[in-house]
């Protein structure tokens, strides 16, 4: 696979290496308007070949596959445009800032025949993949209730940056920049941890979301500081399970944590990912009688991008796709509208 990296910031580089890590794996150009940024992307990785212009990458064609790590607001026209020139496409979360826009990269593609995939990159977490397994296997009975949160401190800590002087963190606090806020920047994610350990879709929704003051007057240069930082969610689960999902950038002491607690009528599962590892807790069995809760192996599994490679090599579909993306997108665009109604929504 001959492949583009299509933006070179931050989260790049881990499509990079991770990418350049794979047997038959090259990658062959990256692409950015900002010409002093991708020549130190490209020099960084040994990339030959850097274009201002995703046009101008098309018109060379010497790729079959671009993976797409511009921000938010950029991935639906620069994925059409790559799926009407017959390339395969990995895509950053979210898929698009509506659901209008995910359905129609969905349908292009799909009318495409392309290899299509978005990058929701906790489907590595090994301890999530082991969770789903269980589930499914009927060992902690019918689920009955889902706790979920994304925790998030980079409004509260500098240990990633300061979001008051950085481009790429001030942006995803404005609306008038492209950013849906916590809720559109890692609300996919953890509706899709969920929704995915849990082994069933979502199927009503009510959100409440809040934006709190951060700098007197509410902006910084042209960045109105008016996206929300935190959310909570009731939902219901097809399988008739109770959730509650929340998040938020406030989370004092919580780098980039999730957690996923899993009960059903017979026992329970507990998940958590941080940036000092993952774990996979169950209270299965005789168990559950005396609360005793045990670690459990969750063994390894591939990457999102070495799913992508090996997809395209074979041809066959991977997960989590677009059509995937586009449905979670709905669940987020009609969480926003429960805010303003204050009233549940269905996901029909």
């Known amino acids: 696979m001959r492949l583009v990296i299509l933006g070179t910031g931050g989260m790049a580089n881990s499509h990079a290496k991770n990418f350049q890590a794979i047997d038959g794996v090259e990658v062959v150009a990256a692409v950015d308007v900002d ?37 938010d607001r950029i991935h639906h026209p620069t994925t059409l445009a790559l799926i009407a020139a017959g390339k395969h496409v990995m895509c950053e979360k979210p898929l698009a800032e509506t659901y209008e826009k995910a359905l129609e990269m969905t349908q292009a593609a799909e009318a495409a025949g392309i290899i299509n995939m978005v990058n929701l990159t906790y489907r590595n977490v090994a301890p999530l993949q082991k969770a789903r397994e269980i589930v499914l296997s009927g060992e902690i009975g019918g689920v009955k209730h889902v706790e979920a949160s994304y925790l998030q401190s980079w409004l509260v800590s500098r240990a990633w940056g300061d979001w008051r002087t950085e481009s790429q963190w001030l942006w995803r606090l404005s609306t008038g920049h492209g950013s849906n806020g916590v809720l559109g920047d890692i609300g996919i994610h ?21 934006t709190f003051d951060k700098v007197q007057g509410g902006s910084i240069g042209d960045y109105k500081l008016d996206a929300n930082d935190s959310f909570t969610m009731s939902v219901d689960f097809s399988n008739g399970a109770l959730g509650v999902v929340h998040a938020s950038r406030w989370a004092t002491g919580h780098l980039n944590e999730l957690r996923l607690r899993i009960y059903g009528e017979k026992g329970g599962l507990e998940i958590s990912h941080s940036t000092e590892g993952s774990s996979l807790r169950g209270c299965l069995g005789a168990d559950a009688e005396t609360a005793t809760w045990r670690t459990l192996d969750a063994g390894t599994v591939p990457t999102n991008y070495m799913r992508f490679a090996e997809a395209v090599r074979t041809g066959i ?8 993306a586009a449905d979670l997108q709905k669940i987020l665009d009609l969480a926003i509208l429960t805010e303003k109604e204050r009233c549940e929504r269905g996901i029909v």
């Not at 070949?49 to 511009?70: C, H, M, P, Y």
């Not at 579909?317 to 995937?324: G, K, Q, S, T, V």
């Open 35 to 71: 010409a002093a940024r991708v020549n130190a992307f490209a020099d960084l990785h040994g990339i030959e070949r850097r274009f201002t212009s995703l046009d101008e990458a098309i018109a060379w064609g010497g790729f079959d596959a671009a993976t797409n790590v511009t921000p």
């Open 317 to 324: 579909p991977p997960d989590p796709a677009f059509r995937h």
């Open 190 to 210: 953890i509706l899709d941890f969920a929704s995915y350990g849990a082994a069933a879709d979502i199927e009503h929704v009510f959100a409440r979301l809040k």
